[in-house]
């Protein structure tokens, strides 16, 4: 059973920067055997959306309103994957959910961490 867990998201200003990581276990192995990861994120009263993923390839996929603001990144020694966000606006404030697809095509879903961009 695959465990993601969320962190780093909180309350930050307008024009600032976060990383959110989310820790991977229970993967038998390491993370880069999972077909993708990736960030998605839900604001209050909308429908989840794909921030940015990360193929077990390395190949990156990004939402057009994140592009040249996010990065994705992972580290397969540490079962970690990251999203460094910078630049952020209140748009970007939203619930960001960690997600995984097995190579036997299984979804995991993590809890999600908050980020508010508020002055």
């Known amino acids: 059973q695959v465990q993601l867990v969320e962190s780093g998201g909180g309350l930050v200003q307008p024009g600032g920067s976060l990383r959110l990581s989310c820790a991977a276990s229970g993967t038998s192995g390491s993370i880069s055997r999972f077909n993708r990861m990736g960030w998605y994120r839900q604001a209050p009263g909308q429908e989840r959306e794909m921030v940015a993923t990360?193929?077990?390839?390395?190949?990156?996929n990004y939402a057009e309103f994140v592009k040249g603001r996010f990065t994705i990144s992972r580290d397969n020694a540490d079962n970690m994957l990251y999203l460094q966000m910078n630049s952020l606006t209140p748009e970007d404030t939203a619930v960001y959910y960690c997600?995984?697809?097995?190579?036997?095509?299984?979804?995991?879903w993590g809890e999600g961490t908050l980020v508010t961009v508020s002055s």
């Open positions: 990360i193929t077990s390839g390395g190949r990156t």
């Open positions: 997600h995984a697809l097995t190579p036997m095509f299984f979804n995991y």
